[in-house]
């Protein structure tokens, strides 16, 4: 039953209740963070450093998600190509260097310029390592310098002295130790040689180390000279006719290459840093040693570098987020944590460089002093096809007899003009 007091009273509550709702801010509902697909290669897909890094970024950047997808290597640049034609793919991407022309060619990539020129981490960046990202020496950076690398040798360091040698500097030394290293009745090889998938880079530094280029001064194609046919025909012969190279050589990819030398097979391999860690985790500091590529002439030492940046793709509707990510990961904590990591490669900041951590330690010791002279793929569209696909058919046709080096070169500088 109503009483006069409760008639009364409703009115007043409704009234004072209207007041609140009326005063009180209007409620308004969180924004989703805004997602951001990356697309990536792991030389190790297993090392924890890179799902504790994508942490770190979500944890400190809520208005942003990263959600990234780990491609392998070999696969990387074909389903990057396939997508990018579907009108999808990722929004940011880890990238070769090699692969700009044909990229930036295709409208594809979307240019840094603008982003860096605002960005306080540039001044940095090792000056020149910014070209890595052009295509042309004043043009548009289109990729952020992330990890840089030098190809080297690994050798073991306790085969060497038991069989009384000296780490090779040159290519007679090195075809000198290859030999006596190599006893295939104990399963025993002098040189784990990659004819298999990611192989070129370690092709091209021993091309290089012997006096061949990819182009001249002018930009013209010359891999097919008679230099490059030599030098070629000589590391075809390190599998073909020394036999220093185990049997699966023509097909072997990094896993093959890797697990050789770790499990006994082979006594020598060229890498770069981003296999320090494995290497002497596995066998132990003091079994592996590193030396610069061996060369042809001691006077003209040359290997082979290449850049592992990012790039965000001109298709993103993120890009924004997508930029904060990138250059966040060349920032001075990602990038510090990346290197010193299983997937470890040269920091591309002065400020990490000159660090003790890296001065002090051999392998990046030696890979910072070959990048006074390291030699990188030439910005070429057709680049991206030779190291995604030809190269390895070549190669291993080469390595089994099928052609010469001579069409082996043919083919590829073919290729290279035509693309």
């Not at 009115?11 to 951001?36: E, K, N």
């Not at 020496?137 to 952020?144: D, E, F, H, K, R």
């Not at 008679?226 to 072997?252: G, H, M």
Request: glycine residues 8%; proline residues 7%.
């Amino acid at each position: 039953m109503q009483g006069p007091w409760t008639r009364g009273i409703r009115p007043a509550v409704l009234c004072l209740a209207l007041c609140v709702l009326l005063s009180a801010p209007a409620f308004t509902q969180a924004q989703a963070p805004t997602t951001v697909s990356y697309w990536l290669w792991l030389d190790d897909p297993t090392d924890p450093m890179f799902p504790a890094v994508i942490k770190e970024f979500n944890d400190s950047h809520p208005e942003i998600r990263v959600v990234p997808q780990v491609i392998p290597l070999a696969q990387f640049h074909d389903k990057l190509v396939t997508a990018l034609s579907a009108g999808s793919g990722p929004d940011a991407s880890r990238f070769k260097d090699w692969w700009l022309g044909e990229f930036v060619q295709a409208g594809a990539l979307e240019p840094l310029s603008p982003y860096i020129a605002r960005w306080s981490g540039r001044s940095d960046v090792i000056a020149n390592l910014w070209n890595t990202g052009r295509i042309s020496p004043t043009g548009l950076i289109y990729m952020m310098p992330h990890q840089f690398i030098t190809f080297y040798l690994y050798y073991r360091k306790d085969w060497f002295q038991q069989a009384g040698l000296q780490p090779p500097r040159t290519f007679d030394e090195f075809v000198d130790a290859a030999k006596r290293l190599t006893d295939p009745s104990h399963n025993r090889y002098g040189f784990g040689l990659r004819g298999g998938d990611g192989g070129q880079d370690q092709w091209l530094a021993f091309m290089v180390a012997g006096g061949a280029r990819m182009v001249d001064a002018l930009g013209h194609v010359v891999i097919n000279s008679p230099k490059a046919v030599e030098v070629n025909q000589w590391y075809i012969d390190l599998y073909r006719t020394l036999r220093v190279a185990p049997p699966s050589a023509p097909s072997d990819a990094y896993a093959q290459v890797l697990g050789a030398f770790e499990g006994g097979i082979t006594g020598m391999f060229a890498h770069h840093v981003g296999s320090s860690v494995l290497v002497t985790g596995k066998l132990g500091a003091n079994a592996v040693g590193v030396v610069p590529i061996p060369v042809a002439d001691p006077k003209a030492p040359a290997t082979m570098a290449t850049m592992a940046g990012n790039v965000v793709l001109r298709a993103s509707k993120s890009k924004a987020a997508a930029w904060t990510f990138v250059s966040w990961l060349t920032e001075r904590q990602a990038m510090d944590e990346w290197s010193r990591s299983r997937q470890g490669q040269l920091p591309v900041l002065t400020s990490l460089a000159t660090n003790p951590f890296y001065q002090n330690n051999v392998f990046f010791k030696t890979s910072l002093d070959e990048a006074k002279y390291a030699i990188t793929w030439p910005g070429l569209p057709g680049v991206g096809y030779v190291s995604a696909q030809l190269w390895q058919q070549m190669m291993q046709q080469a390595l089994l007899g099928q052609i010469s080096s001579k069409q082996m070169l043919d083919r590829i500088a073919t290729a290279l003009e035509s693309k």
